[in-house]
């Protein structure tokens, strides 16, 4: 059995006379999003209600996200009028929580249009309605991120010292500083990021234009760019997208490995290590995954988008955190197997350190979080119970800023010279501006869900379009649609 896709009759669901079969559709339908269709103006009104629909709680939440960004942008501007001095940041940790905070949410940051891309170019189905979501948490991660090289800079008006553009004063950036580097990689990954989720915006950018009036008309026209959705322009359209997907995977595997030679290029013990490249953007995966699936539970719960985010979603994105958490695991261990067969004096410190050390107990949380809790992903109970993976991704997010803090303060304070030695203590601004910077990534979502679909709609059509079903013996199975 098998339905052919016509323009008529593709909306409606054809009566079935055999009642078993009529169940055993149904039951596929609930599972499957694209095997579900439903009349255009249905889905793009449930896309575009949440855009127009406040509540008291929405803006409770609002205000206290945009509470703690005033807090950050307060902070740095205090720490800009008296100086890096009212910091922890001494002798011999110069590099503390505001490079944790760096390469966290640079991590988190390069799954999203991982996922994106790389599912497009796998041609997996599934990811059609979690893409725009993915992508929205690359360019909110990024942006956060870029922030934190110009905090650390102390003296942030003069960033533009790190940009290589003809000047009259003669001086050039050093090529060797890892603060060009990360420029240089972030401005790409970034605009990359920005196009790509912008030209996957286009199509439903007009579908809101087609359905608002007022303001929000004009604006959507203007950001529409004159689409109409002609032949060409769907065929234009399918191409810059295939290009990106293609470009931007090798671009976000070079930007996290220019970031893990942040650390790998010196001869800090702990950092000078071969296997800093692959294992920071397995990191950066994982913990971009985790990501992924909490900011798409809490937008499949506030903003009533059940029919788009199913459970086979959130159960796919599961399986590809699972398959990264193993790969995470054996990246770290043989992180640690090297030096612990050289057994050179200052290893041996750092390793009695984590184990049994003032660090001790974020050293065990770390391996309990990123280890042995995604480990419940095998099952599919687990997998299927959208609090269970909030709960799973949550403690991904916690192992892996830990993994950071260990890497970074806690390394960088015990060298090869045991009376240079030191422990790092986070003071208050630096503390709340890595909090402002969790809530300045939530905000962004808050703030661009009133103005952008954050469900790609086309996307769902195609796949819809594309999707049908098949009996094969008794059992009624998903199948490429029947061609008119």
């Not at 189905?125 to 909110?140: D, G, K, Q």
């Not at 197997?337 to 290893?347: D, I, R, S």
């Not at 601004?429 to 952008?452: H, K, T, W």
Request: net charge positive; glycine share 6%; hydrophobic share 50%.
């Amino acid at each position: 059995m098998s339905e052919r896709k016509t323009d008529q009759a593709f909306w409606r669901r054809p009566a079935i006379a055999d009642e078993t079969e009529a169940h055993q559709i149904e039951d596929v339908r609930q599972q499957h999003l694209l095997l579900d269709p439903r009349y255009p103006l249905d889905s793009d009104r449930d896309v575009l209600d949440p855009m127009y629909r406040s509540s008291k709680r929405y803006w409770f939440f609002f205000a206290l996200f945009a509470g703690l960004v005033l807090m950050m942008f307060t902070t740095w501007t205090v720490q800009m009028w008296l100086g890096l001095g009212i910091t922890g940041l001494k002798r011999p940790t110069m590099w503390a929580l505001y490079i944790v905070n760096f390469v966290y949410f640079i991590g988190i940051g390069h799954a999203g249009t991982f996922i994106s891309a790389a599912l497009r170019v796998l041609k997996v189905e599934w990811r059609r309605p979690i893409s725009r979501a993915a992508e929205l948490v690359t360019v909110f991660g990024l942006m956060t991120a870029a922030l934190f090289p110009l905090i650390h800079l102390g003296r942030t008006w003069k960033f533009y010292w790190l940009i290589p553009y003809p000047n009259e004063r003669q001086l050039w950036p050093s090529f060797h500083s890892p603060l060009l580097w990360d420029l240089t990689a972030i401005t790409t990954y970034l605009s990359c990021s920005i196009l790509f989720a912008y030209i996957s915006l286009l199509p439903d950018l007009a579908m809101a234009r087609d359905h608002t009036s007022g303001w929000r008309h004009i604006l959507y026209s203007v950001l529409a760019l004159g689409w109409r959705g002609t032949e060409r322009e769907w065929s234009n359209h399918e191409t810059a997208l295939n290009i990106f997907s293609y470009a931007i995977i090798p671009v976000m595997f070079s930007v996290h490995t220019i970031v893990s030679w942040d650390f790998a290029m010196a001869i800090q013990p702990g950092w000078h290590s071969t296997i800093f490249g692959p294992y920071f953007v397995v990191g950066a995966l994982f913990s971009g995954a985790g990501a992924v699936i909490i900011a798409l539970t809490i937008i499949r719960k506030a903003m009533r988008l059940q029919y788009f985010l199913r459970t086979e979603h959130l159960e796919g994105m599961a399986k590809l955190m699972l398959l990264l958490s193993f790969a995470w695991d054996y990246f770290y261990f043989n992180d640690v197997l090297v030096p612990w067969y050289g057994q050179a004096p200052v290893e041996k410190s750092l390793f009695a350190l984590f184990a049994s050390g003032r660090v001790a107990p974020l050293f065990y949380l770390m391996i309990f979080a990123n280890a042995i809790v995604p480990v419940t992903l095998v099952f599919k109970r687990v997998r299927t119970s959208i609090v269970g993976l909030f709960i799973v991704s949550l403690f991904i997010q916690i192992g892996m800023y830990i993994e950071r803090f260990l890497i970074v303060p806690v390394g960088l304070g015990q060298n090869e010279i045991p009376f240079a030695w030191g422990v790092y203590v986070p003071y208050l601004p630096e503390s709340l501006i890595s909090i402002g910077a969790f809530g300045l990534v939530i905000f962004l979502f808050f703030l661009i869900s009133r103005f952008f679909p954050l469900i790609p709609s086309w996307e769902v059509y195609e796949g819809q379009v594309l999707q049908g079903l098949r009996r094969i013996g008794r059992a009624i199975l998903p199948t490429r649609a029947e061609p008119d």
